[in-house]
């Protein structure tokens, strides 16, 4: 299977270090730990060739990241950021090309993003330059448009100069939450399976047997499922597999509908 080719870019680095909050915060570091955790997540699905503008504290120039990603026939640029404004303003909010339909995926990602981190969604935004109209202002987005990339987004995924926005980006397991959200909404977008769910019975030789293989949730389930799991309405068996296919019982019937029926909504 041809696999989907995306470049992650993780803003500022190197040289440029000069994006801080006021309790220890740096962009450059906080946005490299968010896309590597990225890379990592979209690897795993086995779906993704992932290349990275930097996977340290590297220079490199805002046009290059776009050209690069260009260069490497990637389908999407990921680039993440964190924002700065009046140190009160809070919030997500994804930039998208002017020349690009993307704002579908773009709002999705802010909502996601902000619902996950609790935080307002500020929504998808454009920036047009006033030197070059009908050209984007972000030199990257713009040099990866021109380049030839279909679909471009620019994640502020919070303020680091806002006290509150900053103690969650301290956080590494918010970190990661961010990068687990932005991977959900990328492999949702291209109809690829998240988390993967692997086998629990490992196979014999160069096979597995079909009866004891797990089989994988599809995709427009796989968000339902997770739901009537979490509830406590429906559950794996003993062996840690769902049997999406399975035809249900009577007797699941009536336990699912004792169980939904006795939730307090």
Same mark, same amino acid.
């Given at each position: 299977?041809?696999? &989907?080719?995306?470049? @992650?870019?993780?803003?500022?680095?190197?040289?440029?270090?000069?994006?801080?909050?006021?309790?220890?915060?740096?962009?450059? =570091?906080?946005?490299?730990?968010?896309? $590597?955790? $990225?890379?990592?997540?979209?690897?795993?699905?086995? +779906?993704?060739?992932?290349?990275?503008?930097? !996977?340290? =504290?590297?220079?490199?120039?805002?046009? +290059?990241?776009?050209?690069?990603? +260009?260069?490497?026939?990637?389908? /999407?640029?990921?680039?993440?950021?964190?924002?700065?404004? =009046?140190?009160?303003?809070?919030?997500?909010?994804?930039?998208?090309?002017? =020349?690009?339909?993307?704002?579908? &995926?773009?709002?999705?990602?802010?909502?996601?993003?902000?619902?996950?981190?609790?935080?307002?969604?500020?929504?998808?935004?454009?920036?047009?330059?006033?030197?070059? %109209?009908?050209?984007?202002?972000?030199?990257?987005?713009?040099?990866?448009?021109?380049?030839?990339?279909?679909?471009?987004? @620019?994640?502020?995924?919070?303020?680091?100069?806002?006290?509150?926005?900053? +103690?969650?980006?301290?956080?590494?397991?918010?970190? !990661?939450?961010?990068?687990?959200?932005?991977?959900?909404?990328?492999?949702?977008?291209?109809?690829?399976?998240?988390?993967?769910?692997? %086998?629990? #019975?490992? %196979?014999?030789?160069? #096979?597995?047997?079909?009866?004891?293989?797990?089989? $994988?949730?599809?995709?427009?389930?796989?968000?339902?499922?997770?739901? /009537?799991?979490?509830?406590?309405? /429906?559950?794996?068996?003993?062996?840690?597999?769902?049997?999406?296919?399975?035809?249900?019982?009577?007797?699941?019937?009536?336990?699912?509908? !004792?169980?939904? /029926?006795?939730?307090?909504?």
């Amino acid at each position: 299977m041809k696999k &989907i080719k995306i470049t @992650l870019d993780a803003g500022h680095g190197g040289k440029d270090r000069y994006n801080k909050g006021q309790n220890g915060y740096i962009e450059a =570091d906080g946005v490299l730990d968010i896309t $590597l955790k $990225l890379r990592d997540k979209l690897l795993s699905t086995g +779906a993704f060739d992932v290349h990275l503008t930097r !996977d340290k =504290d590297t220079t490199v120039g805002i046009r +290059a990241r776009g050209e690069m990603a +260009a260069k490497n026939g990637s389908d /999407m640029l990921i680039s993440n950021h964190t924002n700065a404004n =009046d140190k009160k303003t809070r919030g997500t909010e994804v930039f998208r090309s002017v =020349d690009l339909q993307d704002y579908g &995926i773009a709002g999705i990602m802010s909502n996601a993003i902000a619902k996950a981190l609790n935080i307002p969604n500020r929504g998808t935004k454009l920036r047009e330059s006033k030197n070059y %109209p009908g050209e984007d202002y972000y030199g990257i987005i713009d040099a990866a448009q021109d380049s030839g990339v279909k679909h471009i987004l @620019l994640i502020e995924s919070a303020f680091h100069n806002n006290l509150k926005d900053e +103690a969650i980006l301290n956080q590494e397991s918010k970190r !990661d939450l961010i990068a687990e959200t932005q991977c959900e909404v990328i492999c949702d977008f291209y109809d690829v399976i998240y988390p993967v769910v692997k %086998p629990v #019975t490992e %196979p014999v030789g160069d #096979t597995i047997d079909e009866v004891t293989a797990p089989k $994988l949730i599809a995709t427009w389930a796989q968000l339902s499922v997770n739901k /009537m799991i979490d509830e406590g309405i /429906m559950s794996y068996n003993s062996n840690g597999d769902f049997r999406p296919e399975d035809f249900i019982t009577r007797q699941e019937f009536a336990v699912a509908i !004792d169980r939904l /029926m006795s939730k307090e909504w």
